[in-house]
């Protein structure tokens, strides 16, 4: 390494080369900076170079991952690699690279034979090609599949103990380097040829690998085009008419959040009034009864009630608008844990059954357990939407239905009201953002909506890998579904 008193953009790139013998192309995309080259450059040698995991297991599986990922990146270097260094042949990388990423059902098969190991490795897994291939899917799973891994990041921090940490430096490592590669396009392209001649000298030009990996740039290259082409023509193609039908679903909106805000803060503010004048005039009462003090305590119980109902309203409101903002955003992440669904569904509908006692929630709970790995807070806010829309659009002597349908690979749930239905013309637009059924008569609760909720709902079940659904026809009610991953078995290896 050189001089730390001396570093300059001309020696970290010497000390790169000398040690990769090119510039790998992520390097590329900093080397206009000295002080963010230097920074990649001692990430690359803590994280990777140095990192104890077996060299051929870090170097097979930054090449997958990268392949897998489509990431737009020059592979020739890493094949050269794992052929020199390691002795793998042609067919051996394309082995590699063609494996698909393991499928959750592969993976939890995967931990069963795991979790039968005892105790913790001393060190990385001892040679077994079997295990060692259980460890590398899983590994690749945690990467690709990071929103639903849990289970499977669990299994590993066992086995591996203390020296997990040095995969997830690895992991993390990788994740830089792509995102530094994907943030200049131009960064991945080989910008040093001496690696692709030493590619072509092992390999050869017409041999199955290089045609592997001329035909992935290419097609990464014709999907990057084709998306902007998409991009420019969406923006190119938005028609006055449509343009005008966004703005006033917009001005609709903005009216509709203005009055809905305002409702509740009215109510408050005046229970929050007739509250002070009631403790005013209590306070200078002298010689009160017990009779009269507890009729002033249940008076003032009720007024606390409508008011705290009023907050739930109100936090409601302002949740769907926060989710609006992170759906928007692409920053609608889960914090996915095992939960008993059947508790949460029975929690939601006590809960509306508070806010509408004069009203009739069926709801047959499941004698066993159903253990699913979800997101609890989400998942509350799709059957909160679901049963707040059935009590809404029912009348006040009709019942709404929650059930829940095991199925092998799925859990369905429904919630099923007997009010006017939906026509088939607005089925084809409920799930879309502020879309409102306007020939729908509200029977109770407020006759206003925001026209997010199901948008909502179908955005957090989609997420988790689920679907939704509606089944309705005008005069027979309307039976709103969505589905999760029944992954009770899998979640059962966790213990």
């Not at 703005?247 to 409702?263: C, M, V, Y």
């Not at 890998?465 to 009770?488: A, C, H, I, Y």
């Amino acid at each position: 390494m050189s001089d730390s008193n001396q570093i300059t953009t001309a020696s970290l790139l010497k000390d790169i080369r000398q040690e990769f013998g090119f510039i790998p192309p992520f390097f590329n995309a900093v080397k206009t900076n000295t002080s963010l080259l230097h920074s990649l450059w001692r990430h690359t040698r803590a994280a990777y170079i140095e990192n104890p995991l077996p060299a051929l297991f870090k170097e097979k599986l930054f090449l997958y991952l990268s392949y897998v990922c489509r990431i737009p990146y020059d592979l020739h270097y890493h094949c050269v690699r794992l052929h020199t260094t390691y002795g793998l042949n042609e067919n051996d990388i394309l082995a590699l690279l063609t494996m698909p990423v393991p499928t959750t059902q592969e993976i939890t098969q995967q931990i069963k034979q795991l979790q039968s190991i005892a105790g913790r490795f001393d060190a990385w897994p001892p040679k077994d090609a079997t295990l060692e291939m259980r460890f590398f899917s899983c590994v690749a799973y945690l990467f690709t599949q990071k929103q639903k891994a849990a289970y499977c990041r669990k299994e590993l921090q066992r086995l591996l103990g203390r020296h997990y940490i040095f995969l997830t430096a690895l992991l993390n490592y990788i994740y830089a380097c792509h995102s530094w590669i994907q943030a200049d396009a131009e960064a991945g392209k080989a910008e040093d040829r001496q690696d692709i001649s030493s590619f072509i000298k092992h390999f050869g030009e017409g041999s199955q690998l290089h045609t592997l990996l001329k035909e992935q740039a290419l097609q990464i290259k014709r999907e990057q085009q084709q998306a902007e082409q998409n991009r420019t023509t969406e923006a190119e193609t938005i028609s006055p008419q449509l343009m005008q039908e966004i703005n006033q679903r917009i001005s609709d909106f903005l009216g509709i959040t203005a009055h809905e805000l305002k409702t509740p803060i009215t109510t408050i503010k005046g229970t929050i009034q007739i509250l002070l004048r009631t403790t005013k005039r209590e306070i200078q009462k002298t010689g009160i009864t017990l009779e009269e003090y507890k009729n002033t305590i249940e008076s003032l119980q009720r007024l606390l009630i409508r008011a705290d109902n009023q907050v739930r309203r109100l936090t409601h409101l302002i949740n769907d608008i926060v989710y609006i903002s992170r759906i928007q955003d692409q920053r609608l992440d889960l914090k996915l844990e095992r939960h008993n669904l059947t508790v949460i569904i029975q929690e939601a509908v006590n809960q509306q059954s508070q806010l509408f006692p004069s009203r009739t929630i069926k709801f047959a709970e499941q004698q066993d357990e159903l253990i699913v790995l979800l997101d609890r807070d989400h998942i509350e806010q799709v059957i909160t939407n679901y049963l707040s829309n059935a009590l809404k659009y029912s009348a006040n002597d009709k019942p709404v239905e929650v059930e829940i349908r095991p199925e092998d690979t799925k859990i369905h749930v429904l919630v099923r009201d007997y009010g006017p239905g939906i026509a088939e013309v607005d089925q084809e637009h409920i799930w879309e953002r502020f879309y409102r059924v306007q020939r729908t008569e509200v029977v109770s609760g407020s006759a206003i909506g925001f026209g997010i909720g199901l948008y909502i709902s179908r955005s957090i079940i989609e997420k988790h890998g689920g679907s939704v659904g509606l089944k309705s026809n005008p005069g027979e009610g309307s039976t709103f579904w969505f589905t999760l991953n029944n992954q009770d078995e899998s979640a059962s290896t966790q213990d």
